[in-house]
């Protein structure tokens, strides 16, 4: 807090997801939806995909909550993982360059690579369509390799199509469409709408569209729950990668290549295993904002 008038921020980017990143250690912050959803307007606020708030933790080296552009609170954010880790390193909040972060989703573990460049052990996925959360009752399903796919009705419009999706949570909720060729707009536009507020996944979905060039890289557009496409989503990343690790078509280190960068995740196959994300995290300036 500047004075009781302004509100000091940091603008950060991880891959061109961006964010607005408050420092709440002092607990003195009201971060009521209306604040939240002004400092991420892009006409009339600071402008953000998220808003994240460091705060102090009883469990871990800190709390971090994380906020969508709509004003939600949310469970998990990975690319504002590696700017939170970034961040509070910066601005001598820690000397250490590995942390332990509580989330809504658990301990996540950021490691600051080199300046700029960071890498965080996410914790286990969860494919179990309650854990996502995801309502898959009386839904066709099949496995391919490890994973298995729901045939889910989307009514985007005029047609009633049906797709074979995967689920997924980093923590917080994913579907993962699959593609013959690169996602366009139209496409992403359209089902990703749809499906981030399709009646089978209560507290909405993220939504990506996932296409493999070959077993060490992908393709992935991600429509956020909260936001719309953004140029890249660290746990879309995660989930995807892991997605298609389990359904065999991808090793079990991938580069997910988006249009704000490039996020490389590790995951060796076991379901209690962590998923490890490695990528870029980077500061665009200082500023003051006034209430
Ligand atoms: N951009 C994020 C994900 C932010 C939260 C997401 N929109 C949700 O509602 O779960 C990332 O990098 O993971």
Same mark, same amino acid.
């Given at each position: 807090?500047?004075?009781?008038?302004?509100?000091?921020?940091?603008?950060?980017?991880?891959?061109?997801?961006?964010? &607005?990143?408050?420092?709440?250690?002092?607990?003195?912050?009201?971060?009521?939806?209306?604040?939240?959803?002004?400092?991420?307007?892009?006409?009339? *606020?600071?402008?953000?995909?998220?808003?994240?708030?460091?705060?102090?933790?009883?469990?871990?080296?800190?709390?971090?909550?994380?906020?969508?552009?709509?004003?939600?609170?949310?469970?998990?954010? *990975?690319?504002?993982?590696?700017?939170?880790?970034?961040?509070?390193?910066?601005?001598?909040?820690?000397?250490?360059?590995?942390?332990?972060?509580?989330?809504?989703?658990?301990?996540?573990?950021?490691?600051?690579?080199?300046?700029?460049?960071?890498?965080?052990?996410?914790?286990?996925?969860?494919?179990?369509?309650?854990?996502?959360?995801?309502?898959?009752? $009386?839904?066709?399903?099949?496995?391919?390799?490890?994973?298995?796919?729901?045939?889910?009705? &989307?009514?985007?419009?005029?047609?009633?199509?049906?797709?074979?999706? $995967?689920?997924?949570?980093?923590?917080?909720?994913?579907?993962?469409?699959?593609?013959?060729?690169?996602?366009?707009?139209?496409?992403?536009?359209?089902?990703?709408?749809?499906?981030?507020?399709?009646?089978?996944?209560?507290?909405?979905?993220?939504?990506?569209?996932?296409?493999?060039?070959?077993?060490?890289?992908?393709?992935?557009?991600?429509?956020?729950?909260?936001? $719309?496409?953004?140029?890249?989503?660290?746990?879309?990343?995660?989930?995807?990668?892991?997605?298609?690790?389990?359904?065999?078509?991808?090793?079990?280190?991938?580069?997910?290549?988006?249009? *704000?960068?490039?996020?490389?995740?590790?995951?060796?196959?076991?379901?209690?295993?962590?998923?490890?994300?490695? *990528?870029?995290?980077?500061?665009?300036?200082?500023?003051?904002?006034?209430?």
């Amino acid at each position: 807090m500047a004075n009781s008038n302004t509100l000091k921020f940091t603008k950060m980017h991880g891959a061109g997801n961006d964010f &607005v990143v408050l420092d709440n250690c002092a607990g003195q912050l009201e971060l009521t939806p209306a604040l939240i959803k002004r400092l991420a307007d892009r006409h009339f *606020g600071v402008g953000a995909d998220q808003v994240l708030v460091v705060e102090s933790s009883q469990v871990a080296d800190f709390k971090y909550r994380i906020f969508n552009a709509d004003g939600q609170e949310v469970q998990q954010c *990975g690319n504002g993982a590696r700017c939170f880790a970034q961040y509070v390193f910066d601005k001598g909040l820690t000397q250490k360059n590995q942390i332990k972060v509580e989330t809504l989703a658990g301990i996540i573990q950021p490691e600051l690579i080199k300046h700029n460049w960071v890498k965080v052990n996410m914790g286990p996925a969860e494919f179990e369509p309650a854990k996502v959360p995801f309502v898959s009752e $009386g839904l066709a399903s099949r496995k391919v390799g490890a994973m298995t796919q729901y045939k889910l009705p &989307v009514d985007s419009g005029a047609d009633l199509e049906e797709l074979w999706v $995967g689920v997924a949570s980093m923590g917080n909720p994913h579907v993962v469409v699959l593609l013959e060729q690169p996602a366009t707009d139209e496409l992403v536009q359209r089902l990703g709408a749809t499906l981030e507020s399709h009646p089978r996944f209560p507290e909405r979905v993220n939504v990506g569209f996932l296409y493999v060039v070959d077993r060490s890289r992908v393709h992935l557009r991600v429509y956020e729950r909260g936001v $719309g496409e953004t140029l890249a989503c660290g746990t879309g990343a995660c989930a995807a990668a892991v997605v298609g690790m389990k359904m065999g078509l991808i090793a079990d280190c991938v580069d997910v290549v988006k249009a *704000g960068g490039t996020l490389t995740i590790e995951w060796s196959g076991q379901e209690d295993s962590h998923v490890l994300m490695t *990528g870029p995290a980077q500061t665009v300036f200082e500023g003051e904002f006034h209430l």
